[in-house]
């Protein structure tokens, strides 16, 4: 069924409200939108509600429960990021603006277009009769905050919430038209570390040279986190590292997204890390250490010459199946103060820390998926991957209701999720459309 | 003579001027302070007057110049650092209180104190009649700002400042009662450098592995600036630097200023630094590379698990005699690009740079000076010192004068320059007027 004027205008709709979770004046919108949803959803057909959680409310919505059929639960977030720099947008970011089949509004892949898409495939499929699943669809209001409502949300409905597997489409495809099932996401372990020398700034010309200056300290201290080949070189580090699988190697190779893209994404003079792996394997089965934030000193126009008191850095380490984020914590501290010179203290804040997530794309919701998303896109085999980030809510899916998530990317990598001139092609409902419809039919028979 | 009420009251009144360079909102208080000092040189005998110069005006006052006798420049200033934070003084900063016979106002020991106190030897000398020597007291109100003006107001006065010698009191005591005379600075050059790797900051799941961090680059790159026991890895770094002659070390040993007096002003857990030289060998004889600011990614709280586009670096290159600052500044250029990866760009801005200065205390002026200073401190033996820091107006004397300068500090450590609570002994009144009479007396006979 293609996309209608009727549905278009209600997808125009639903990117008016500017619901930006993250600003509480947007409150109201942010309820509108809610309430919004549950009456769509409710017009389609299913039983939907608007459900309270300890922040912004939930919208949930479900055919009748009926044994014998795999329950679905298809998860998307209602919230949008905030639109700053409003003089970036060529248009108000909630006045919804077409331009040659693309839409141009804040929240339009992330992820109104993309849940949108899977509504209108459950409509279609109603209006043709029963789904071939029972479903759930959950659809949050807290996603851009890291969702810190939706674990206590699960854990409390995990009865209600029960189900086989979960879909998201929250990401992009690997490439424009390529049909992408993500079945890998790298976990995470934040630190921040402050190393304290004087206990005031001082002068650095009548100190410079009887005190380690801790800016110097903190240099060489993160300089000791790699080895000349970028290989981590934290002691034990690797030791969990579940080794790639050579199918997976040999398919990403295949990718249409290879050095030349990642080089023209990322604006770098040349890709640079491990020498031993590709660049995907890097990005999407490799652990890292990465600075995310280093200061310390004198930051304003020209110079002030200070040897300061305190240097800081924040890391963020990202990890690969089976690295443990307490484990990979416990060996960084150790490693952090083995290097760390007498002359300086130093303390760590420990951040958030999360598992990667790994599941078998040959499964049967795996090869479920493939199937539905080679039909979707007419016959095009649909690319496996990994991503290189984490996202949180897949892990707790997995541990509080105990199933699996098929990764189904709608929109473009070139979407600007989170920037000015968010965008996502009408024809993607479409697509969105068909996929869910497909899905859910493959679902079934899995 | 020992020190009068009378003239305890104008030194309060030179204190209570709030001659602050660096905010233009005081612009009247310089010039009241000027035309004060004017007029109290004036009063003394002198031929005084307020000089205009690019920015705050010089006041200049001398003597009848008289062939036969050498000329001596007195240099120093009548502005004052800015007073923030107010609320931790015990007093007004412009309203001088004297608490057990020190005087704590802004400026007290820098500079106005130890001005006055050759004022009043030079009061004191013309009470009993002529000065053995020509005069020059040269009192700028611009040395708190970076002395812009001076270096083109010496050019432009070259004729008229024409003069054997340089004395300025400006720094501390090596400890408190011991008389103290600077033969050495150190120059510096100064830089700033940015990496830039991708064209805008990345996420750091998404591209950590592919890319260089430029932060990682940062503290790689710079970490390649020492060796492992902190001497400086540039290659030819250390070719001029003039070896340190076996006294200096040797009285070196004896000052009243080590190990544990630094780590008392510092608080670091220990001293660190060149492991083959002393710790004030460090700081007065040998060139340091020092990270003044360093900075980039996030900073704010929390976690943004970002890559960031660009990474920064201030840094000093503190200088020793005979190392020329744009020599130092090709090597440093040449080894930071030697070890940079090319997978990030890098800028380098250049800042300002000072040769090291350094005079033979061994020499007539500097015999002279010792001598005045066993004489104005009760027959103790003068400690013969270096500072670690650099002074541009001494190098401007040397270049455009073409003289040495003495730097005789009257102050003390613990003094609170450009701190809140800024104080200085009554007493060092009394020791830097005798201190004055004598050394004209010494100079003259040098």
Aim: hydrophobic share 40%.
């Amino acid at each position: 069924m293609p996309t209608t004027p009727h549905s278009i205008d209600e997808f125009l709709q639903f990117l008016r409200f500017a619901s930006i979770s993250a600003d509480s004046k947007f409150a109201p919108q942010m309820t509108d939108c809610a309430a919004w949803l549950q009456r769509k959803l409710s017009s389609i057909g299913l039983h939907a509600e608007v459900s309270p959680t300890q922040g912004q409310p939930v919208v949930l919505a479900r055919n009748e429960t009926k044994p014998g059929r795999p329950t679905v639960l298809i998860y998307g977030h209602y919230d949008v990021q905030p639109v700053d720099p409003l003089n970036l947008w060529q248009n108000d970011p909630f006045d919804p603006t077409i331009r040659d089949g693309v839409v141009n509004a804040r929240g339009s892949s992330d992820n109104k277009g993309q849940i949108f898409a899977h509504i209108l495939g459950v409509e279609a499929a109603l209006k043709q009769g029963e789904l071939p699943v029972n479903l759930i669809f959950l659809i949050e209001g807290e996603e851009e905050i890291g969702s810190p409502s939706l674990a206590p949300f699960l854990e409390a409905h995990k009865q209600e919430l029960a189900c086989d597997v979960v879909v998201i489409s929250d990401s992009p495809m690997i490439a424009p038209g390529t049909p992408t099932l993500c079945y890998g996401l790298r976990g995470i372990q934040a630190i921040e570390i402050t190393l304290r020398g004087p206990d005031k700034d001082l002068h650095s010309g009548m100190f410079g040279g009887a005190v380690l200056n801790p800016l110097t300290a903190l240099a060489r201290l993160l300089t000791t986190l790699h080895n000349p080949d970028y290989t981590v070189a934290i002691e034990g580090f690797y030791d969990q590292v579940r080794p790639l699988q050579p199918w997976e190697s040999d398919a990403w190779k295949k990718l249409p997204y290879q050095e030349k893209e990642i080089l023209a994404i990322t604006g770098v003079p040349e890709l640079d890390g491990e020498w031993a792996h590709t660049p995907l394997e890097r990005l999407w089965a490799r652990p890292t250490a990465e600075i995310n934030g280093m200061w310390g000193g004198y930051q304003g126009e020209g110079s002030k010459t200070v040897i300061p008191s305190l240097a800081h850095a924040k890391l963020t380490f990202r990890l690969v199946p089976d690295q443990q984020p307490e484990e990979i914590l416990a060996l960084v501290e150790k490693h952090l103060r083995a290097h760390l010179p007498d002359s300086v203290k130093m303390e760590i804040e420990v951040g958030h820390g999360g598992a990667a997530y790994l599941a078998d794309p040959h499964d049967k919701w795996g090869l479920a998926a493939q199937a539905a998303l080679k039909v979707a896109f007419a016959g095009r085999e649909p690319a496996l991957i990994r991503e290189g980030g984490s996202i949180p809510i897949v892990a707790d899916f997995k541990r509080i209701l105990g199933v699996d998530t098929l990764l189904l990317g709608l929109c473009l990598s070139n979407c600007n999720a989170h920037s000015p001139n968010e965008t996502f092609p009408l024809s993607h409902l479409d697509v969105g459309s068909a996929l869910n419809q497909e899905l859910l039919r493959e679902l079934a028979k899995a």
